[in-house]
């Protein structure tokens, strides 16, 4: 019990302030202190006014310490240098170079058989593929897709293997022709029927925000995705009878 009274009278004290009481008179030590820094041309201390009250202390909790905050900046620092390129969509598009495959030639051509296309080459210097517009129609299937084209139409398909800007396309799955006389359907495609494309760029589709959620379970993911795609210029239609040119300006 004894300690426990000492212990509530100590906390009484330390906790309640204690009323302002006269400052004691100058002492000769501080008289002479403030004599000698007159003479050297410092200022002399300043007496407090009221003596120093004692209030429980105050905890400050901090975010961050002054190293995080080093290592914050640094991160910041490190995020600009990665963020130097500009934002989205405002640069340059560059698709990586792709890792060659390891397949031999007949692999590869089998491959892009089965997509539905040929590569015959490098377009020359000599070549003059596009030609003027003509009222022939075709329907060609690319991998998985159906496009509906004209001589002098551009494309986007998706990223084609083993081709470069500026080859050569034959493009051999054609459906359907047709023209202002006649239509012919195959069954499923037509055998002796082709259409030729230029590479004109492969390049990337708009970014695509895919986000999941389950909800109660604490579960976000959010991911971005852009699409290869290669651009194909379509310059002839083969395996239909064309109307003649002055027909066509009448």
Known sequence: MA???????????RLVPQRSQPLAPISTATRTLTSLSEALGSPAP???????????????FATR????????????????DEGSDGEWGDDEEVVAAKKPSGKTEE????EAAEIGYKVLGPLEADD?????????????????HQFKVSNGDSIFTERLKFCDVNDKLVLNRVLMLG??????????????????????EHALDAKVIIFKKKRRKNYRRTKGHRQELTKLR?????????????AVAT
């Open 46 to 60: 300043r007496a407090l006014a009221s003596p120093r009250l004692y209030y429980p202390s105050r905890c400050h």
């Open 128 to 144: 003059k593929p596009f030609k003027p517009y003509e009222p022939v129609f075709a329907v060609v299937q690319i991998g998985s």
């Open 107 to 110: 692999e590869k051509v089998a």
């Open 179 to 200: 023209s202002q006389a006649q239509t012919v359907i195959g069954r499923p495609i037509l055998p002796d029927a082709a259409v030729h494309a230029v590479v004109e």
């Open 3 to 13: 300690s426990r009274r000492c212990l509530l009278r100590f906390l009484s004290i």
């Open 234 to 246: 379509i310059t002839n239609i083969e395996g239909i009878d064309k109307p003649e040119a002055a």
């Open 65 to 80: 310490s002054s190293g995080d905050e080093d290592d914050g900046e640094d991160e910041e620092e490190h995020y600009d």
